[in-house]
Protein backbone atom coordinates (compact mmCIF):
# COMPACT_ATOMS: atom_id res chain seq x y z
CA UNK A 1 0.00 0.00 0.00
CA UNK A 2 1.97 3.12 -1.28
CA UNK A 3 -0.64 5.95 0.30
CA UNK A 4 -1.82 6.34 -4.07
CA UNK A 5 -5.10 4.89 -5.07
CA UNK A 6 -6.27 4.62 -8.44
CA UNK A 7 -9.58 3.52 -9.78
CA UNK A 8 -11.09 1.46 -11.61
CA UNK A 9 -8.17 -1.03 -11.73
CA UNK A 10 -9.40 -2.59 -14.76
CA UNK A 11 -11.38 -0.35 -17.89
CA UNK A 12 -12.54 -2.22 -20.89
CA UNK A 13 -13.93 0.65 -23.74
CA UNK A 14 -15.22 1.18 -27.22
CA UNK A 15 -13.36 3.59 -29.57
CA UNK A 16 -16.50 6.21 -29.27
CA UNK A 17 -17.06 6.04 -25.33
CA UNK A 18 -16.09 8.62 -22.43
CA UNK A 19 -14.55 7.41 -19.25
CA UNK A 20 -12.07 9.05 -16.52
CA UNK A 21 -9.41 7.74 -14.80
CA UNK A 22 -9.35 8.56 -10.88
CA UNK A 23 -6.27 8.88 -8.63
CA UNK A 24 -6.15 9.82 -5.19
CA UNK A 25 -3.15 10.32 -3.16
CA UNK A 26 -2.78 10.49 0.79
CA UNK A 27 0.16 11.24 1.49
CA UNK A 28 0.14 14.90 1.59
CA UNK A 29 2.16 15.94 -1.32
CA UNK A 30 1.51 18.53 -3.86
CA UNK A 31 2.83 17.66 -7.06
CA UNK A 32 0.83 14.24 -8.96
CA UNK A 33 2.14 12.47 -12.47
CA UNK A 34 0.17 10.23 -15.17
CA UNK A 35 2.62 7.73 -16.83
CA UNK A 36 1.63 5.62 -19.42
CA UNK A 37 2.83 1.87 -19.56
CA UNK A 38 2.52 -0.26 -22.88
CA UNK A 39 3.19 -3.94 -23.68
CA UNK A 40 7.18 -4.53 -24.19
CA UNK A 41 7.34 -0.17 -24.28
CA UNK A 42 9.60 1.78 -21.00
CA UNK A 43 6.97 3.76 -18.29
CA UNK A 44 6.49 7.28 -20.49
CA UNK A 45 5.74 10.37 -18.63
CA UNK A 46 2.33 12.27 -19.93
CA UNK A 47 1.42 14.79 -17.48
CA UNK A 48 2.94 17.12 -14.47
CA UNK A 49 0.99 18.86 -11.83
CA UNK A 50 2.81 21.00 -9.17
CA UNK A 51 0.01 22.44 -6.94
CA UNK A 52 -2.98 21.87 -9.06
CA UNK A 53 -1.24 23.48 -11.87
CA UNK A 54 0.00 21.55 -15.29
CA UNK A 55 3.94 22.17 -15.28
CA UNK A 56 4.27 19.43 -18.06
CA UNK A 57 2.94 17.84 -21.06
CA UNK A 58 4.38 15.34 -22.98
CA UNK A 59 3.09 15.46 -26.50
CA UNK A 60 0.02 14.14 -25.33
CA UNK A 61 -2.46 13.49 -27.77
CA UNK A 62 -6.06 15.54 -26.88
CA UNK A 63 -8.23 12.67 -26.61
CA UNK A 64 -6.54 12.64 -23.02
CA UNK A 65 -7.49 15.24 -20.78
CA UNK A 66 -6.02 15.31 -17.52
CA UNK A 67 -7.64 17.51 -14.59
CA UNK A 68 -5.90 18.20 -10.78
CA UNK A 69 -8.74 19.62 -8.96
CA UNK A 70 -6.59 20.21 -5.55
CA UNK A 71 -3.23 18.39 -4.69
CA UNK A 72 -5.02 14.75 -3.72
CA UNK A 73 -6.69 14.13 -6.52
CA UNK A 74 -6.02 13.66 -10.21
CA UNK A 75 -8.23 12.43 -13.42
CA UNK A 76 -7.83 11.58 -16.76
CA UNK A 77 -10.50 11.91 -18.85
CA UNK A 78 -10.92 9.63 -22.36
CA UNK A 79 -12.42 10.22 -25.11
CA UNK A 80 -12.28 8.70 -28.93
CA UNK A 81 -9.42 6.76 -27.93
CA UNK A 82 -7.67 4.04 -30.00
CA UNK A 83 -6.98 0.79 -29.88
CA UNK A 84 -3.19 1.46 -29.64
CA UNK A 85 -4.02 3.24 -26.80
CA UNK A 86 -4.93 0.56 -25.00
CA UNK A 87 -2.00 0.41 -21.89
CA UNK A 88 -1.37 0.51 -18.07
CA UNK A 89 -2.12 3.85 -16.61
CA UNK A 90 0.19 4.59 -13.27
CA UNK A 91 -0.99 7.28 -11.02
CA UNK A 92 1.92 9.16 -9.24
CA UNK A 93 2.63 11.80 -6.28
CA UNK A 94 5.76 13.33 -4.73
CA UNK A 95 6.14 16.03 -2.28
CA UNK A 96 7.68 18.32 -4.67
CA UNK A 97 8.77 18.38 -7.97
CA UNK A 98 12.53 18.42 -7.39
CA UNK A 99 14.55 15.49 -7.11
CA UNK A 100 12.67 13.66 -4.63
CA UNK A 101 10.90 10.04 -4.80
CA UNK A 102 7.10 9.51 -6.44
CA UNK A 103 5.21 7.08 -4.86
CA UNK A 104 3.37 5.22 -7.77
CA UNK A 105 -0.35 3.72 -7.77
CA UNK A 106 -1.39 0.30 -8.74
CA UNK A 107 -2.33 1.49 -12.28
CA UNK A 108 -5.42 0.99 -14.23
CA UNK A 109 -5.30 -1.47 -16.84
CA UNK A 110 -6.86 0.37 -19.86
CA UNK A 111 -8.46 -2.10 -22.92
CA UNK A 112 -9.83 0.44 -26.14
CA UNK A 113 -11.56 -2.42 -28.48
CA UNK B 1 19.28 13.87 -20.52
CA UNK B 2 21.81 11.63 -19.63
CA UNK B 3 21.09 7.98 -20.13
CA UNK B 4 21.68 4.83 -17.68
CA UNK B 5 22.61 1.36 -19.22
CA UNK B 6 21.57 -1.77 -17.61
CA UNK B 7 21.46 -5.55 -18.33
CA UNK B 8 18.20 -6.80 -19.81
CA UNK B 9 18.20 -9.39 -17.30
CA UNK B 10 20.13 -11.26 -14.71
CA UNK B 11 19.42 -14.05 -12.10
CA UNK B 12 20.35 -14.51 -8.52
CA UNK B 13 19.12 -17.08 -5.62
CA UNK B 14 17.25 -16.98 -2.92
CA UNK B 15 19.06 -15.31 0.17
CA UNK B 16 22.13 -14.40 -1.72
CA UNK B 17 23.19 -11.38 -2.40
CA UNK B 18 22.45 -9.52 -5.80
CA UNK B 19 24.45 -6.81 -7.57
CA UNK B 20 22.81 -5.06 -10.01
CA UNK B 21 24.65 -2.48 -12.33
CA UNK B 22 23.93 0.58 -14.04
CA UNK B 23 26.13 2.43 -16.25
CA UNK B 24 25.78 5.88 -16.89
CA UNK B 25 29.21 7.96 -18.19
CA UNK B 26 27.21 10.96 -19.29
CA UNK B 27 26.21 11.53 -15.89
CA UNK B 28 26.48 15.44 -14.80
CA UNK B 29 26.91 17.03 -11.87
CA UNK B 30 23.49 17.74 -10.99
CA UNK B 31 22.14 14.64 -11.33
CA UNK B 32 20.85 11.95 -8.47
CA UNK B 33 20.99 8.69 -9.19
CA UNK B 34 17.33 6.84 -8.43
CA UNK B 35 16.46 3.09 -8.36
CA UNK B 36 13.06 2.20 -8.83
CA UNK B 37 11.71 -1.22 -8.99
CA UNK B 38 8.54 -2.80 -10.66
CA UNK B 39 7.10 -6.34 -9.23
CA UNK B 40 4.82 -7.82 -11.57
CA UNK B 41 0.97 -6.46 -11.92
CA UNK B 42 2.41 -3.19 -9.78
CA UNK B 43 3.62 0.24 -10.43
CA UNK B 44 6.97 1.21 -9.67
CA UNK B 45 8.46 1.43 -6.23
CA UNK B 46 10.90 3.97 -5.12
CA UNK B 47 14.23 2.02 -4.17
CA UNK B 48 16.93 4.44 -3.12
CA UNK B 49 18.96 7.40 -4.09
CA UNK B 50 22.24 8.99 -4.40
CA UNK B 51 24.08 11.25 -5.33
CA UNK B 52 27.65 10.98 -4.84
CA UNK B 53 28.50 8.91 -1.48
CA UNK B 54 27.04 5.53 -0.88
CA UNK B 55 23.35 5.11 0.76
CA UNK B 56 21.97 2.87 3.02
CA UNK B 57 18.45 2.10 3.44
CA UNK B 58 16.61 -0.90 5.00
CA UNK B 59 15.66 -2.31 1.27
CA UNK B 60 18.87 -1.86 -0.65
CA UNK B 61 22.55 -0.25 -0.53
CA UNK B 62 23.82 2.10 -3.35
CA UNK B 63 27.26 2.08 -4.37
CA UNK B 64 28.41 4.98 -6.49
CA UNK B 65 31.38 5.13 -8.24
CA UNK B 66 34.24 7.99 -7.46
CA UNK B 67 33.88 8.89 -10.69
CA UNK B 68 30.02 8.39 -10.91
CA UNK B 69 29.49 7.13 -14.28
CA UNK B 70 28.62 3.99 -13.15
CA UNK B 71 27.20 2.74 -9.78
CA UNK B 72 25.42 -0.61 -8.18
CA UNK B 73 22.25 -1.65 -6.50
CA UNK B 74 23.06 -4.00 -3.50
CA UNK B 75 20.19 -6.24 -2.16
CA UNK B 76 21.66 -7.95 0.54
CA UNK B 77 19.71 -11.07 0.70
CA UNK B 78 17.53 -11.77 -1.97
CA UNK B 79 13.73 -13.16 -1.65
CA UNK B 80 11.47 -14.24 -3.89
CA UNK B 81 9.41 -10.89 -3.66
CA UNK B 82 12.51 -8.95 -5.05
CA UNK B 83 12.14 -10.56 -8.57
CA UNK B 84 10.82 -7.66 -10.16
CA UNK B 85 12.03 -5.14 -13.17
CA UNK B 86 14.47 -2.96 -11.41
CA UNK B 87 15.15 0.53 -13.38
CA UNK B 88 18.29 3.05 -12.85
CA UNK B 89 17.01 6.48 -13.42
CA UNK B 90 18.79 10.08 -13.66
CA UNK B 91 17.28 13.00 -12.05
CA UNK B 92 18.57 16.49 -12.00
CA UNK B 93 18.17 18.28 -8.43
CA UNK B 94 15.81 21.35 -8.47
CA UNK B 95 14.59 20.80 -11.51
CA UNK B 96 11.06 19.52 -13.03
CA UNK B 97 10.98 15.86 -11.59
CA UNK B 98 10.64 14.18 -15.20
CA UNK B 99 11.29 10.13 -14.40
CA UNK B 100 13.05 8.55 -18.03
CA UNK B 101 12.14 5.21 -17.51
CA UNK B 102 13.98 2.88 -19.85
CA UNK B 103 13.97 -1.18 -19.96
CA UNK B 104 15.40 -1.84 -16.70
CA UNK B 105 16.77 -4.92 -15.58
CA UNK B 106 14.18 -7.96 -15.39
CA UNK B 107 15.72 -9.88 -11.94
CA UNK B 108 14.98 -13.27 -11.57
CA UNK B 109 15.12 -15.12 -8.10
CA UNK B 110 15.51 -19.05 -7.94
CA UNK B 111 14.46 -20.83 -4.67
Known amino acids: ETGVTQTPRHLVMGMTNKKSLKCEQH?????MYWYKQSAKKPLELMFVYNFKEQTENNSVPSRFSPECPNSSHLFLHLHTLQPEDSALYLCASSRGLAGVEQYFGPGTRLTVT | DAKTTQPNSMESNEEEPVHLPCNHS???????IHWYRQLPSQGPEYVIH???SNVNNRMASLAIAEDRKSSTLILHRATLRDAAVYYCILNKAGGAQKLVFGQGTRLTINP
Open chain 2, 50 to 52: GLT
Open chain 1, 27 to 31: LGHNA
Open chain 2, 26 to 32: TISGTDY
